[in-house]
């Protein structure tokens, strides 16, 4: 800072010399009605007045040491100390005041607003603080202010893994379906709300996500509905694929700890959580859309594939248990379906996942 100020005050010393700009004064108008820019404009004009009278000032104290020189009252090194102490306190004076009038200009900056196209209902998919990205807008305002704080941002969330049942008292390895190629995919969007005004540790993130979750069996098996029950049977002809998908429409909701960076800029405030630690744990509930069986086997020396879309008497009302703990947009991701698969089965099971997951910001 100190080489700063002496560089500011030689600056202005070569400057002395030469004759001072002239720029006719202009004082913010401070009606109503003026624009933001026509301020900044004003404000533009206030800071080379103050240059100017600064300089004119420090010209005087110069004059005024060559007189002393001249009349043999300092030495040559005493004036040339005093020329540079006066140029030092000229420069900071310059400094602080011009300080202040750009930090009222970025003000002014920051305050205009964005004409907008059109008002009405808007869906918005970003930054918002709008509770799941729905922003109305009155039609007799055209115009949105930019936000210094957004304490909501958004993202894609996508994952993929193995999936499988928990079935009421047997394990995982006597489990009829096959753990490999029984996986489950997921797309979705999810919004993340900072908790508290000032820190970003909490964050609370919903949404809503597309699950497909498929379990395939072994042993040549497939899904028979039985009066009011779900069972397995053997199918009469030799599979090549035995499978059966549940496709849900689900609200994910979690609270995510996490550290996070603090991005201060003069038009902005953000909290950035790019390669940072994050845990999230919570849950999910919504509706199966559809059921679905595929068979894939050869009759008669024609390969056939059958698409049974049926009701299985599975539960049409989906809820559960789910989690991710990872770093920046990559997470391991679980999630445990309360309600059982099938209605009425003497026997319950439940669906199971684990995997990864990538929020796409």
Do not use: C
Request: cysteine-free; proline content about 2%.
């Amino acid at each position: 800072m100190r080489i700063i100020m002496l560089s500011m005050a030689t600056a202005i010393l070569s400057l002395l010399s030469q004759p001072a700009f002239s720029q006719t004064e202009n004082e913010p108008q401070k009606t109503d009605t003026i624009s933001n820019q026509s301020r900044i404009n004003a404000l533009e004009n206030e800071k080379l007045r103050l240059v100017k009278m600064e300089k004119e000032e420090l010209k005087k104290k110069v004059s005024t040491i060559e007189n002393q020189l001249t009349a043999m009252e300092i030495t040559k090194e005493e004036a040339e100390i005093k020329k540079m102490d006066f140029a030092t306190i000229a420069a900071k004076n310059i400094e602080n005041r011009t300080a202040i009038i750009d930090n009222q200009i970025e003000l002014l900056k920051r305050d205009q607003e964005l004409a907008l196209d059109e008002g009405g209902f808007r869906l918005v998919f970003g930054e918002t603080d709008r509770i799941f990205g729905v922003d109305f807008q009155d039609k007799n305002h055209s115009k949105e202010k930019v936000k210094y704080d957004k304490r909501t941002s958004s993202s894609l969330i996508v994952a993929a893994g193995l999936n499988n049942a928990i079935i009421e008292e047997q394990s995982i390895e006597e489990s009829p379906y096959e753990i490999g190629g029984s996986r489950f995919f997921e797309i979705g969007w999810a919004w993340n709300t900072r908790v508290f005004k000032n820190t970003n540790w909490l964050r609370f993130n919903y949404g809503f996500s597309f699950q497909f979750n498929g379990i395939k069996m072994e042993d040549n098996q497939y899904f028979v509905e039985s009066g009011e029950q779900t069972v397995l049977e053997t199918f009469p002809l030799d599979l090549d694929k035995s499978k059966i998908r549940l496709d849900n429409l689900v609200i994910p909701l979690h609270f995510e700890i996490g550290s996070s960076e603090k991005v201060v800029k003069e038009d902005r405030i953000r909290y950035n959580t790019n390669n940072k630690f994050k845990l999230g744990l919570g849950g999910y509930a919504g509706l199966n859309l559809l059921t679905i069986q595929k068979l894939k086997y050869e009759e008669n020396g024609d390969n056939r594939k059958d698409k049974l879309k049926r009701n299985y008497n599975t539960n049409n009302f989906i809820y559960g248990l789910s989690g991710y703990v990872g770093v920046g947009d990559f997470s391991v991701y679980f999630k445990y379906d309360l309600n059982t698969i099938f209605k009425d089965n003497p026997i319950d099971q439940r669906n199971v996942s684990l995997g990864v997951r990538f929020d796409f910001d």
